[in-house]
C-alpha cells in the first residue's frame, strides 16, 4: 500500500511539473510570436505544449494551452496592427487546427492505453495459463505416485478380509478399503485435471 502511494505521488509531481513545463512554454513561444510578429512558425510552435499537454496531463489541459496559444496569437495580430478580417481568418483556423490536435492527441492517448491494457491482461492470462500447466502436471505426478500403495493396500486388506474368520478384522479391512476407495476417486480427478490443463494452456499461448 506504502508504494503504491508512493509511485501516485511521484506521478502526481511529475505531472505538475511537466504542467508547469508546458505552460512556460506556450508562454514562451507566445511571447517570441507577440516581439517578432512571424505568425506560421509559432503557430506550429504552439502544437508542441498543446499535443504533449494532452498526452502528459490531460485533455482538459490541452484545451487550456490550446485557448492560451489562441490568446498569444490574437494578442500578437493585434500588435502588428492586422485588420479584423485577417485577425478573424487567422485566430480561427489557428484555432480549429489547436483543437484538431487536441482531439487527435487524445484519440490516440486512448488508443495507447487500450492497448497497453490490453496486453497486460494477455500476459497475466499466459502466466496463469503456465501456472495451471505446472498445476496439472504436479497434480498428475502425486497422483501417479499414490496410485500404486493404494493397489497395493487395497490388494492387502482384500487378502486379510478373505483369510481372517474374525468378523471384527474384517469390518476394519473394510473400512480400509472404503477409505481407499475415496482416495482413489480423488486421484482420478487429479489425473483428469492433469490430462485437462495442459490443453488449456495450449489454448491460452495461441490466442
Given at each position: 500500500?506504502?508504494?503504491?502511494?508512493?509511485?501516485?505521488?511521484?506521478r502526481?509531481?511529475?505531472v505538475?511539473?511537466?504542467?508547469?513545463?508546458?505552460?512556460?512554454?506556450?508562454?514562451?513561444?507566445?511571447?517570441?510570436?507577440?516581439v517578432?510578429?512571424i505568425?506560421?512558425?509559432?503557430?506550429i510552435?504552439?502544437?508542441?505544449?498543446?499535443?504533449?499537454?494532452?498526452?502528459?496531463?490531460?485533455?482538459?489541459?490541452?484545451?487550456?494551452?490550446?485557448?492560451?496559444?489562441?490568446c498569444?496569437?490574437?494578442?500578437?495580430?493585434?500588435?502588428?496592427?492586422?485588420?479584423?478580417?485577417?485577425m478573424?481568418?487567422?485566430?480561427?483556423?489557428?484555432?480549429?487546427i489547436?483543437?484538431?490536435?487536441?482531439?487527435?492527441t487524445?484519440?490516440?492517448?486512448?488508443y495507447?492505453?487500450q492497448?497497453?491494457?490490453?496486453?497486460?491482461?494477455?500476459?497475466?492470462?499466459?502466466?496463469?495459463?503456465?501456472?495451471?500447466n505446472?498445476l496439472?502436471?504436479?497434480?498428475a505426478?502425486?497422483a501417479?505416485?499414490?496410485?500404486?500403495?493404494?493397489?497395493?493396500?487395497?490388494?492387502?486388506?482384500?487378502?486379510?478380509s478373505?483369510?481372517?474368520?474374525?468378523?471384527?478384522?474384517?469390518?476394519?479391512?473394510?473400512?480400509?478399503l472404503?477409505?481407499?476407495?475415496?482416495?482413489?476417486?480423488?486421484?482420478?480427478?487429479?489425473?483428469?485435471?492433469?490430462?485437462?490443463?495442459?490443453?488449456?494452456?495450449?489454448?491460452a499461448?495461441?490466442?
Open positions: 500500500m506504502r508504494a503504491v502511494l508512493e509511485r501516485a505521488e511521484v502526481y509531481l511529475l505538475a511539473g511537466a504542467a508547469q513545463g508546458f505552460y512556460l512554454l506556450a508562454m514562451a513561444i507566445g511571447f517570441g510570436d507577440w517578432t510578429g505568425e506560421l512558425p509559432f503557430t510552435l504552439y502544437l508542441v505544449p498543446v499535443a504533449l499537454g494532452v498526452r502528459l496531463v490531460g485533455r482538459r489541459f490541452g484545451l487550456a494551452m490550446a485557448i492560451l496559444a489562441t498569444w496569437l490574437s494578442a500578437s495580430l493585434v500588435h502588428d496592427g492586422a485588420s479584423t478580417s485577417s478573424a481568418w487567422n485566430v480561427s483556423g489557428a484555432t480549429v489547436f483543437l484538431c490536435a487536441v482531439w487527435t487524445d484519440r490516440l492517448s486512448h495507447v492505453e492497448e497497453r491494457v490490453m496486453r497486460r491482461l494477455a500476459i497475466d492470462q499466459l502466466r496463469h495459463a503456465e501456472r495451471l505446472v496439472g502436471t504436479l497434480s505426478g502425486v501417479h505416485e499414490l496410485g500404486t500403495p493404494l493397489n497395493v493396500i487395497a490388494g492387502c486388506a482384500e487378502l486379510v478373505e483369510e481372517s474368520a474374525d468378523d471384527r478384522v474384517r469390518r476394519r479391512m473394510r473400512t480400509i472404503d477409505q481407499v476407495s475415496k482416495v482413489s476417486v480423488i486421484i482420478r480427478r487429479l489425473l483428469d485435471f492433469g490430462r485437462r490443463e495442459p490443453g488449456r494452456a495450449g489454448k499461448r495461441d490466442r
